[in-house]
C-alpha cells in the first residue's frame, strides 16, 4: 500500500522562524514534490526533486529551499517564515522520471505563520 | 497564468444523478490529464487519467471526456453518492522526459445532496 507521511499536521511558527517539513515515503519512489494549497488557487508546485541530492524549482520556489539527502525523505525549508506562507502544504512523490506515473499526496502539513 | 482552469468553484448535485465537473486548459502542448479527489484534512487522490491519444477514460462510475479541439475536459460521476462530496482538482502534464511536474486547476467543490 502507497504510503506518503508528512512530520506534522498542524504547524504554528512566529514570523521570522526558520521552519521545516518534513515528509518520507516508502515506496522507493524517484520523484518527491512540495505543493501548498490555498483557496481559489488550487495546488501550486514549488519544488520537486527527481533523485537524491537533486532539486528543480517549481512555479512558485520563493522564499523556499528543499533538501533530498535520501530517497526516501524530501524536505522543505522556509528560512524565515512569513504570514503569506500560512498554508497548506502537501507532499507528493511518483514512481519514475520520464512515464506518466500517478503522484501520491501525504496528508498535508497546515502551517500557520503569526 | 493559470494553465488550467476550473471555473466553477462550487457544483450541488442531487444523490442518484449526474455529476459533470469542468476543466479548461491553454497549453496545447498538454498531453495528460488526470483528475484528483480531496477530502477535507487529506491529501488529494488519484481518481482517474486519460492520455491525449484517447477522448474517452471510463471506471465504474467515473468518466473522463476530452477534447482536444476546444482545449477541454471534463469528469462524469453517474449516479452520484453521498461519499463523492469533496473538492475535484484536474491537472495536465507533458509527457516528454523531465517533465513529470502536473499543473493543476482551481477545484471545484461538489456536494451530493441526499
Known amino acids: 500500500d502507497v504510503k506518503v507521511t508528512q512530520s506534522s499536521r498542524y504547524l504554528v511558527k512566529r514570523t521570522g522562524e526558520k521552519v521545516f517539513l518534513e515528509c518520507v515515503q516508502d515506496?522507493?519512489?524517484?520523484?518527491m514534490f512540495w505543493y501548498r494549497q490555498d483557496p481559489g488557487l488550487g495546488l501550486r508546485l514549488i519544488y520537486f526533486?527527481?533523485?537524491?541530492?537533486?532539486?528543480e524549482k517549481g512555479d512558485i520556489p520563493e522564499g523556499y529551499s528543499v533538501s533530498r539527502e535520501k530517497k526516501e525523505r524530501f524536505s522543505l525549508i522556509l528560512e524565515s517564515a512569513s504570514t503569506n506562507q500560512t498554508s497548506m502544504y502537501l507532499c507528493?512523490?511518483?514512481?519514475?522520471?520520464?512515464?506518466?506515473?500517478?503522484?501520491?499526496f501525504g496528508p498535508g502539513t497546515r502551517l500557520l505563520v503569526l | 497564468d493559470q494553465q488550467v482552469k476550473q471555473n466553477s468553484p462550487s457544483l450541488s448535485v442531487q444523490e442518484g444523478r449526474i455529476s459533470i465537473l469542468n476543466c479548461d486548459y491553454t497549453?496545447?502542448?498538454?498531453?495528460?490529464f488526470l483528475w484528483y479527489k480531496k477530502y477535507p484534512a487529506e491529501g488529494p487522490t488519484f481518481l482517474i487519467s486519460?492520455?491525449?491519444?484517447?477522448d474517452k477514460n471510463e471506471d465504474g462510475r467515473f468518466t473522463v471526456f476530452l477534447n482536444k479541439s476546444a482545449k477541454h475536459l471534463s469528469l462524469h460521476i453517474v449516479p452520484s453518492q453521498p461519499g463523492d462530496s469533496a473538492v475535484y482538482f484536474c491537472?495536465?502534464?507533458?509527457?516528454?522526459?523531465?517533465?513529470?511536474?502536473?499543473?493543476f486547476g482551481t477545484g471545484t467543490r461538489l456536494t451530493i445532496i441526499p
Open positions: 507528493a512523490s511518483s514512481l519514475d522520471r520520464g512515464r506518466q506515473e500517478t503522484q501520491y
Open positions: 515506496m522507493d519512489h524517484e520523484n
Open positions: 526533486s527527481y533523485d537524491v541530492k537533486m532539486k
Open positions: 497549453n496545447s502542448m498538454f498531453d495528460y
Open positions: 486519460i492520455s491525449s491519444i484517447k
Open positions: 491537472a495536465a502534464s507533458l509527457s516528454n522526459f523531465g517533465n513529470e511536474k502536473l499543473t
